[in-house]
């Protein structure tokens, strides 16, 4: 059996993995919701409406989520109302 020698630390290694923990930054996430300034949201709907939605997209030409449809329909109504 080989006997060798203890393996030495190195204490570059240890400094430069300090530096980059005590860097720190923000998750992905942050940095996401950040950049396009979108803000999660939670909305209710009664289960007669969300069958219609889905139908609706079942049925369409287009796939589409229930999110882009449901921004999209805000989009809308802000534009004929508001604007």
């Known amino acids: 059996m080989a006997?060798?020698?203890k393996p030495s630390s190195n204490n570059k290694n240890i400094d430069l993995t300090d530096a980059i923990i005590s860097k720190g930054g923000s998750s992905p996430s942050e940095e996401l919701y950040n950049e396009?300034?979108?803000?999660k949201l939670t909305i209710r709907?009664?289960?007669k409406m969300?069958?219609?939605i889905d139908n609706y997209l079942?049925?369409?030409i287009s796939k589409k989520t229930r999110?882009?449809?449901v921004r999209e329909a805000v989009e809308e109504k802000i534009k004929r109302d508001i604007i």
């Not at 396009?36 to 803000?39: C, G, H, L, T, V």
């Open 3 to 5: 006997i060798a020698k």
């Open 67 to 69: 999110t882009c449809w």
């Open 50 to 52: 969300l069958n219609i």
């Open 36 to 39: 396009n300034n979108n803000i």
């Open 58 to 60: 079942e049925n369409s």
């Open 45 to 47: 709907l009664s289960s």
